[in-house]
């Protein structure tokens, strides 16, 4: 009876040691679980807002098809939601459609209610994947001047395009030339707020970008020095890798943009330009 008890106590002692180490077994199983888990999840948000970036693209293309012109950039009068934002694109008190002044050339929203894009938080602004009021997506067009100072605003008034024509429009850019002011994407931060200054230009070609601000979402200027750049309201933007440690402080902007020549085989072959 005695041994009957003690081969009892064995068996149940040997149960709880066993039970610890599966319990162990199992924390370090999640635990090397949830790090790729989030890298996953990361990575999809980064895909589905680089295919909505595309996507913004596309629309504002086929706008500048239909219409003769891009669409001005949105407004955010606020940090906080305003009733006067609607995703709309906005003009300076004496701009319209007719002469695209716009109020936000560079520093300005994606107008997704205009664009009739889906993915728009509630007052019309398209988002990227990560869906918050600071990660509304961003668009800014260049503000150019052509025909010698005779037609401002070409990319956003209407038919100003048309007017110019297509060898205007592909005129390369010169120094010091009035109206060649294209919008340039550098690899990181140049110190100039007019080119990429001592930084690889990726374009100086660039008639508009739209870009993500990403995961971190640094409305304020951000941590990083390149990320600061694209909030700068300036017609200078950075693009580059994002770093695959996502660290606080890596740049992880998303951006995309569409050169003049892309402008003009588009807008070339539907009809819009002759």
Not at 27 to 34: F, H, I, K, P, Q
Not at 156 to 179: C, D, F, H, Y
Not at 196 to 207: F, I, K, Q, R
Request: net charge negative; with cysteine; hydrophobic share 40%.
């Amino acid at each position: 009876m005695h041994r009957s008890i003690e081969r009892a106590a064995g068996m149940r002692g040997f149960t709880l040691i066993e039970l610890s180490v599966v319990v162990l077994v199992i924390t370090l199983l999640l635990g090397s679980l949830l790090i790729p888990l989030a890298t996953q999840v990361e990575q999809r948000n980064v895909s589905e807002t680089q295919k909505r970036l595309q996507e913004v693209k596309e629309a504002l293309i086929g706008y500048a098809i239909a219409n003769g012109r891009f669409p001005c950039p949105a407004e955010v009068t606020s940090p906080v939601p305003d009733p006067a934002d609607k995703g709309e694109e906005s003009f300076t008190p004496t701009g319209n459609a007719a002469n695209g002044d716009c109020k936000h050339m560079y520093d300005g929203y994606a107008p997704g209610r205009t664009l009739g894009l889906a993915n728009l938080d509630s007052q019309g602004f398209a988002v990227d994947a990560w869906g918050l009021q600071q990660n509304r997506i961003r668009y800014a067009i260049a503000d150019v001047t052509m025909n010698l100072g005779a037609v401002p605003h070409v990319f956003t008034a209407q038919n100003a395009m048309r007017l110019v024509g297509v060898q205007e429009i592909g005129k390369p850019s010169s120094a010091g030339a009035p109206g060649q002011d294209l919008l340039f994407v550098c690899a990181t931060k140049g110190g100039s707020p007019t080119n990429c200054g001592t930084a690889p230009v990726l374009t100086s070609d660039a008639v508009f970008v739209v870009y993500s601000l990403g995961k971190n979402a640094a409305t304020t200027g951000g941590a990083n020095a390149d990320e600061a750049v694209n909030l700068a309201g300036s017609r200078v933007f950075v693009s580059k890798l994002s770093s695959s440690t996502q660290a606080a402080g890596d740049f992880d902007d998303i951006l995309l943009w569409t050169s003049r020549y892309h402008v003009i085989s588009q807008l070339t072959a539907t009809g819009q330009l002759p």
